[in-house]
């Protein structure tokens, strides 16, 4: 029975090809539209994502406050707040894991005839652990050569490209201010973070080596931000707390008087990035669902139409014995085809766009397996949605008037 009557819905819908084709264009570009916004969508969130992984979970960064001088102020980062002792001091509290001090600024790098203006990092080994940094080829530097204030460097990958091009860098010697390094390790590629800088451009020196040959400091020990990492998501807000009580403590500030470095939570900065593109994804696929509706409506139309123009054809099936369900039930089935052929070409449509895209801009691209069952459900249900009022007029026709109707 129900394959008699998708036999003949379509029959029905290949007797005006030209119709057809026209109500199911509404669904096609409904569907594709979602099916390429959602894509788009679910490609920058998993853009963000991984920019988020690059910049290693759970982590706070300490700032160093302003000075004035002669009434000018400059800003937060160069002030002589924050010290090695207070990172060390850091260390010591609950639900810490990492805790890697911080000096760094951009500097010039020569190699034999080439120079590449970079971020010069001066950090201790925790460093690359706050920040899940692995290396490529060489090896780290230890609290050893914190101590005796080497002159060995991690380099990164743009950095390294600019300076060596093909060429290994490891055991290769580069200068900083005059001064010699060693190349003993090259880092893997992490890409840009969510302010847009390239995190591979960089170079990284020990604490001591950077604070005494490459910047100077004005105190001894003095660092611009201290990096650390909490154990947990959830033990985040007790870390802060506890690290602005022990700062204030140690740099012996009263209740009235206001902190004199900054912290700043990058996870949290990470969340409403990740938030943004989810909202953004979910604007985008609620922008292209107005094309179903449009579609939706598109099918109520010609089904009125078709209820209309076979009239005397309703009239003569329910004379020889069919029932209004089965009346029904033929009508529904003819709009549910006309939306399910509609979402197998606007699937199409969309995912070669979505490829195009990709292959034209290098966008990041993701077409998931739900945007594709929630396509067909949409399509599904538009077709019951919008096809049940013209299914329903039809069956509830007289047949004496039916058979009358020209």
Not at 140 to 152: K, T
Not at 271 to 292: F, N, Q
Request: charge should be neutral.
């Amino acid at each position: 029975m129900l394959s008699a009557m998708l036999g003949e819905a379509w029959h029905a819908m290949g007797c005006n090809r030209m119709r057809t084709a026209l109500t199911m264009l509404g669904m096609v570009i409904g569907v594709g539209s979602v099916v390429l916004m959602l894509a788009i969508g679910q490609g920058a969130q998993y853009a963000v994502a991984q920019t988020i992984s690059t910049m290693g979970s759970n982590l706070y960064i300490l700032i160093s406050g302003s000075t004035s001088t002669s009434g000018v102020r400059t800003g937060s980062g160069f002030g002589p707040t924050l010290n090695v002792a207070d990172a060390e001091a850091i260390s010591e509290l609950d639900d810490i894991t990492h805790v890697a001090p911080v000096h760094q600024g951009t500097q010039q790098l020569v190699y034999g005839a080439k120079n590449w203006s970079t971020t010069v990092v001066g950090t201790t080994p925790s460093y690359l652990d706050a920040r899940a940094w692995t290396l490529t080829s060489g090896y780290a530097f230890g609290e050893s050569d914190v101590r005796s204030a080497s002159r060995v460097a991690l380099i990164g990958k743009t950095a390294a490209e600019n300076l060596f091009d093909r060429e290994d860098p490891i055991g290769k010697t580069i200068r900083i201010r005059q001064t010699p390094f060693v190349i003993i390790g090259t880092l893997a590629a992490k890409g840009q973070n969510l302010d847009g800088r390239d995190q591979d451009d960089t170079v990284i020196i020990p604490l001591t080596t950077a604070q005494r040959k490459v910047f100077g400091v004005p105190f001894a020990g003095s660092v611009r931000t201290i990096i650390l990492q909490a154990s947990s998501a959830e033990a985040m807000p007790a870390v802060e707390k506890s690290v602005t009580a022990l700062l204030r403590q140690r740099h012996r500030l009263r209740e009235d008087m206001d902190n004199d470095f900054y912290i700043r939570n990058l996870a949290a900065a990470a969340d409403s990035a990740a938030e943004t593109t989810r909202v953004m994804s979910l604007l985008l696929g609620a922008i292209a669902s107005v094309s179903l509706l449009v579609g939706g409506i598109g099918i109520m139309n010609i089904m009125l139409v078709s209820v209309t123009e076979r009239t005397r054809e309703i009239g003569i099936r329910m004379a020889i014995g069919a029932r209004q369900k089965d009346i029904l039930t033929q009508f529904l089935l003819e709009a549910i085809m006309i939306s399910i052929a509609g979402c197998l070409i606007g699937l199409l449509l969309g995912i070669g766009g979505a490829l195009l895209i990709n292959a034209i801009t290098d966008m990041v691209i993701v077409i998931s397996g739900g945007a594709v069952i929630v396509a067909f459900a949409v399509a599904a249900g538009v077709g019951v949605f919008f096809g049940f009022y013209p299914a329903r007029k039809a069956a509830a026709l007289d047949p004496i008037e039916a058979l009358r109707y020209q």
